[in-house]
Each structure stands twice: as structure tokens, then as C-alpha cells.
């Protein structure tokens, strides 16, 4: 089986689409989809649509509407007035809904309507641990997908049962394991987070504030990939979409032209494809999860010890 994987990485996720263009035209197809913080809401579209050519002309055109309205609608003045108040993010998440609703079609509720397995992370803050949705086909995604993509104190948290649900990407941003979880053999791991490579210095609140969440949200990256490359019968190809490095998460100016980026990152890698691989450890052991209606604690195999 194949899966793309899709990290967060805010306004960077335009080169995801680009990429997933490239992949598309080679006969790369997933047949499910993973994803955190912005990656879940690419990976909820291609389940949404499908990669034909209607699916991936509507994922081009959602990225090129996208504005920063949309996402972070409150300016710098709203926003301070918010944070005096002791409100639980800088904007508020309405906006963020409409905009993600839109692009699902009606007829869509749970996850057993996507015309593929999505699968989507989110932390909860109460417990600070990683819970996985797309389990259950009953449960509806569009709470999950939002969860996912809330980044802690630029967006709320979202309610869900008893946690307090914010991005996936806090804990994994990431999520190749879950793609081998699920039996993947063969993962297309869409990178748009920090690489270990250096920034230029950044300068004013917003880009600094901007610059120390992508911090945050990819400080697992080397550990997640170090994980999902240990099983030596799985093929993982890690596209690391760099371009556009030094631009704020938050900047949705250059969707264009990162789209175009991430297309040709892709499409030349795929001229000649490194598919990385480790030797395969010993068989871990299973801790039980934590489970919740729709839900259940995602628990990675360097943390399963104790034995259900």
C-alpha cells in the first residue's frame, strides 16, 4: 500500500499541493492519507476529492484563494485586545471554520464517507498526549481536521469529548509511523517543516512568534523519521520542501509560487527517487492506548513498553 504523509508547516503547505501535482502525473497514488496541523487539512481534501484532475484543479484553486484572513483574520490591534483579555488564542476560530467547511463537500460527515482512509493527529493539552482520528468510519472529521490545525495561541483550542484538542504537530509532526501502522509499504513523506538547515535571523514579533511555533511544531521531525525508517521491508521517500524558507508561516502572499516550488522539488527528486531504509529492530511492546469515542491515544512503537 501506498501513503502520503503530510507535515504541518502553515502557509508552507501550498508546496504539499505542489508536490502532490508532481506525484500525481508519475502514477503515484495513495491509497490513504496522513496527515497533521496543515498536512491534515491537504490530506482531508484529497480525501474529500480524490487526485483525478477535478480533485487536484479544486486543491489548486483553494490554495490560491487562500488569505491570511482566512486563517489568522485578526489584526495586530484585535488581537492584543484579545490576549488583555485572557482569551485562549490571539484569533478566533470561526474564520478557520468557514474556510475548511467550504471546501468539504455537504454529502461528506464522517470518515467512512471520504473516498479514502484519512488519518489526522491532534495533541490534547490536558493530557499532552497524541490522539489519532480516522479509526472509526462513524465519527465525523471536520472537529478532527480543525483540531489538527489549530496552532496553540494563534488559534483556540477545539473541545472534543473531555480533551482540549490543539495541533498534531505539537507532539508529531510527522506522522510516518502511523502510515506504517497502517501497512504502508511504500510512504511519501510531503515535508514542509524546518530541516535542520539555517534561517536567517528573524526579525519583528510576528516572524519571531511565527518562527518559534514552526520550532515547535517540527522539533520531532529527525526522531519521527529515525522511527518510521527502521522496518527494512517499508520504502519512505522524504520530499523536504524547502523552498520559500525564510517566509513567515503565517505568509499566504506566495502560494503561487510555492505551489510551483513544490511541484518542481518533486519532480526532481522523482528523476532519481532515494527511498531511505534501516535495519529492522526487535518486535516492540504493545502498551494499551487510551480510548475515546471516535478516537484513541496514538502511542509511537519507542514508547511501547508495557504489554496490553
Not at 17 to 44: Q, T
Not at 166 to 180: F, I, S, Y
Request: glycine share 8%; hydrophobic share 45%.
Amino acid at each position: 500500500m501506498i501513503a502520503f504523509v503530510m507535515s504541518g508547516g502553515g502557509s508552507r503547505g501550498a508546496l504539499q499541493a505542489g508536490a502532490i501535482f508532481a506525484l500525481r502525473e508519475a502514477g503515484i497514488v495513495p491509497d490513504f492519507v496522513v496527515g497533521s496541523s496543515v498536512g491534515a487539512l491537504n490530506a482531508l481534501h484529497l480525501a474529500c476529492h480524490g487526485l483525478e484532475e477535478a480533485g487536484l484543479t479544486r486543491l489548486r484553486k483553494t490554495w490560491e484563494k487562500v488569505h491570511k484572513r482566512n486563517v489568522f483574520p485578526s489584526n495586530p490591534w484585535f488581537s492584543a485586545f484579545r490576549f488583555l483579555q485572557g482569551k485562549d488564542s490571539l484569533h478566533g476560530g470561526t474564520a478557520l471554520r468557514k474556510f475548511v467547511t467550504k471546501q468539504v463537500p455537504s454529502e461528506m460527515k464522517t470518515f467512512g464517507d471520504l473516498l479514502m482512509p484519512c488519518y489526522l493527529t491532534a495533541t490534547d493539552l490536558r493530557t499532552q498526549r497524541l490522539y489519532l482520528f480516522g479509526e472509526s468510519a462513524d465519527s465525523e472529521f471536520l472537529e478532527a481536521a480543525l483540531a489538527s490545525a489549530s496552532i496553540p495561541v494563534l488559534h483556540p483550542p477545539i473541545p472534543y469529548q473531555d480533551l482540549q484538542l490543539v495541533d498534531g504537530g505539537v507532539l508529531d509532526n510527522v506522522p510516518a509511523e502511523v502510515a506504517m501502522d497502517k501497512g504502508a509499504l511504500e510512504i511519501w513523506v510531503l515535508n514542509v517543516g524546518y530541516g535542520g538547515q539555517r534561517l536567517q535571523p528573524a526579525k519583528g514579533v510576528q516572524e519571531i512568534f511565527g518562527r518559534t511555533i514552526n520550532v515547535v511544531l517540527t522539533n520531532s521531525l529527525f526522531k519521527d523519521l529515525d522511527r518510521a525508517m527502521e522496518n527494512r521491508n517499508v520504502q519512505l521517500h522524504h520530499l523536504h520542501l524547502s523552498a520559500f524558507r525564510d517566509v513567515s508561516i503565517m505568509d499566504f502572499s506566495r502560494t503561487k509560487q510555492m505551489m510551483e516550488a513544490g511541484n518542481q522539488a518533486a519532480r526532481a527528486y522523482l528523476v532519481s527517487p532515494r527511498p531511505l531504509s534501516f535495519p529492522q529492530p526487535p518486535s516492540p511492546e504493545f502498551v494499551a492506548p487510551l480510548r475515546i469515542p471516535g478516537a484513541r491515544e496514538w502511542v509511537s512503537a519507542s514508547a511501547r513498553h508495557i504489554v496490553d
